[in-house]
T-cell receptor
Framework: DAEITQSPRHKITETGRQVTLACHQTWNHNNMFWYRQDLGHGLRLIHYSYGVHDTNKGEVSDGYSVSRSNTEDLPLTLESAASSQTSVYFC??????????????FGPGTRLTVL | AQSVSQHNHHVILSEAASLELGCNYSYGGTVNLFWYVQYPGQHLQLLLKYFSGDPLVKGIKGFEAEFIKSKFSFNLRKPSVQWSDTAEYFCAALGYSTLTFGKGTMLLVSP
């Protein structure tokens, strides 16, 4: 079965370190998204991609970057981790919206703690 | 910019009670609406979605939602909740290209 996976599932790091969170999907979806989930804020969009070599900034992109070198993967990098980036991070993917409304499928999440 | 607001942050119900969770959106163009559920410790799953046609949408697990364009609302309903419905519920709107989520409603169903 197709799926979307994230690794690591839990990560503790220190302020100032660079951290990369992996997202891999086997749906062959063109669209991929990164969200962070914080209490009282719901899910907020960090970055998204509509295909290989395409990346776009979301609502809360400062301090984060992504790159899309193939269809399956969209790694999220925290350039210099800050305590404010302690959160749960979700990756999602969807088909291109040519037919119907594309449902986003979510990964299991990565809980990141920045000390 | 589009926005989604959910009226209740926490709802506590007894089993068999009826449920209605409010959701309002602001967006000037054609909007597609979703309800997602997140069970404790799990990832988000789609409950139902609206994109056109019948404004009353039926989803999984007995949930339904009604799109009322004049009120910019997409409220989620279930006639009789179960303990297993304890979860966080998110309303979301798809505008031009991205999803905007509400802040979520935590539902606790007591047995």
């Amino acid at each position: 079965d197709a799926e979307i996976t994230q690794s690591p599932r839990h990560k503790i790091t220190e302020t100032g370190r660079q951290v990369t969170l992996a997202c891999h999907q086997t749906w062959n979806h063109n669209n991929m998204f990164w969200y962070r989930q914080d209490l009282g804020h719901g899910l907020r969009l960090i970055h998204y991609s509509y295909g290989v070599h395409d990346t776009n900034k979301g609502e809360v992109s400062d301090g984060y970057s992504v790159s899309r070198s193939n269809t399956e993967d969209l790694p999220l990098t925290l350039e210099s981790a800050a305590s404010s980036q302690t959160s749960v991070y979700f990756c999602a993917s969807s088909e291109s919206g040519l037919i119907g409304v594309p449902e986003q499928f979510f990964g299991p999440g990565t809980r990141l703690t920045v000390l | 910019a589009q926005s989604v607001s959910q009226h209740n942050h926490h709802v506590i119900l007894s089993e068999a009670a009826s449920l209605e969770l409010g959701c309002n959106y602001s967006y000037g163009g054609t909007v597609n609406l979703f309800w997602y559920v997140q069970y404790p410790g799990q990832h988000l799953q789609l409950l139902l979605k609206y994109f056109s046609g019948d404004p009353l949408v039926k989803g999984i697990k007995g949930f339904e939602a009604e799109f009322i364009k004049s009120k910019f609302s997409f409220n989620l309903r279930k006639p009789s909740v179960q303990w297993s419905d304890t979860a966080e519920y998110f309303c979301a709107a798809l505008g031009y290209s991205t999803l905007t989520f509400g802040k979520g409603t935590m539902l606790l169903v007591s047995p």
